[in-house]
């Protein structure tokens, strides 16, 4: 409303001194003579030209004097914009636009940094083990059993790897390429089916029973992919962290014309509340270690979040009454493109 104010208020400045000098002139030209009126026009020109050059001027020099200061900041290598004030003019307006495009570059490379300095932490502790278990196979002479639970655990550490690379790239997919990605009919029960048969073994390890509440003609417009990832990665986690002998629970919980509510929960232990805000952080971790020893990547509920939101929904977390966590999400029915 400033912005707006400023620019009125210059603008009826502009206009009443213009409309002065032109009834001033006019009236001049009807009482002088021929040749006076001439001269007159002419100075009323040259005036109206000075004029309209101050006015512009300053309209022009005080933005380009702030662009100026902040391209110093920048080539310094300066990230504190915070003392940049640009007038409350177009020409302003224009000059944000561009600082605030520099804090989002900042912030992305940021990002960044941050995310390469994780992924290489992470990928460092299976490199490590997969190098000493290979590296005891070679310099000692065990036995078969001994042999094969060096083999064993190696594996388990390419699996790990194995999965930490699948996740990294999905969210790169999602993030970079989203518009790349197919989009089908799901129908979410069938999905959900193929999950449950590729996570039977796992289930059945943990002793944990899943209880899905959707009807079989319940369908989105959607990534195929990111679904499976959104409804497994959320099954993995609570295989993971929850503990045994638990229920899981996958139904609606609301249908409108155009977006799906879902609630999955876990009986388990949840999580501190503490946590509970940046649990879809990459690689977050409520206790250290905690996913490398479970096998997890750490990307999970990050790719969860990302795969709601490219299906124009929302998410939300939270610890139950009684125990364990629960999400509710939307998605909606038909994919924007």
Not at 176 to 182: F, K, L, N, V
Not at 190 to 203: P, S, V
Request: glycine letters at 6%.
């Amino acid at each position: 409303m400033k912005l707006i104010d400023m620019k009125y208020k210059n603008q009826m400045v502009l206009y009443i001194t213009l409309m002065l000098l032109v009834v001033g002139g006019a009236v001049a030209y009807i009482m002088i003579s021929s040749q006076e009126r001439n001269i007159i026009a002419i100075g009323v020109v040259l005036i109206v030209s000075v004029v309209l050059l101050v006015y512009f001027s300053s309209k022009i020099n005080q933005p380009m004097k702030t662009l100026k200061e902040f391209i110093d900041i920048v080539q310094k290598g300066g990230v504190n914009y915070d003392k940049i004030n640009f007038p409350d003019n177009e020409f302003g307006e224009v000059g944000e636009k561009i600082i605030h495009t520099f804090r989002q570059l900042d912030e992305a490379k940021k990002y960044k940094q941050q995310l390469t300095h994780n992924i290489a932490h992470e990928l460092k502790t299976p490199v490590t083990s997969i190098r000493g278990y290979l590296e005891t196979l070679m310099q000692q002479d065990l036995d078969k059993d001994q042999s094969r639970f060096f083999i064993e655990r190696a594996y388990a550490q390419t699996l790990r790897l194995s999965s930490l690379v699948s996740d990294i790239s999905t969210l790169n997919n999602i993030e970079e390429a989203a518009g790349r990605y197919d989009i089908e009919i799901i129908k979410i029960r069938q999905c959900i089916r193929e999950i449950e048969n590729d996570l039977a073994y796992r289930l059945s390890e943990n002793n944990i029973k899943v209880e899905v509440e959707i009807d079989e003609h319940i369908i989105i417009e959607g990534v195929y992919l990111l679904i499976y990832s959104l409804f497994k990665n959320l099954i993995d986690n609570s295989i993971d962290h929850a503990g045994k002998n638990i229920y899981i629970h996958i139904g609606t919980a609301g249908i409108e014309s155009d977006k799906i509510w879902f609630r999955y929960y876990d009986t388990g232990k949840g999580v501190p509340d503490k946590h509970i805000d940046r649990l879809f952080e990459r690689f977050y971790r409520v206790e250290a270690g905690r996913s490398r020893k479970s096998g997890g990547s750490g990307l999970g509920l990050s790719i969860v979040k990302n795969s709601v939101l490219l299906h124009n929904g929302t998410i939300t977390v939270k610890n139950r009454e009684n125990g364990g966590l629960q999400f509710d999400f939307s998605l909606s029915a038909k994919m924007y493109r």
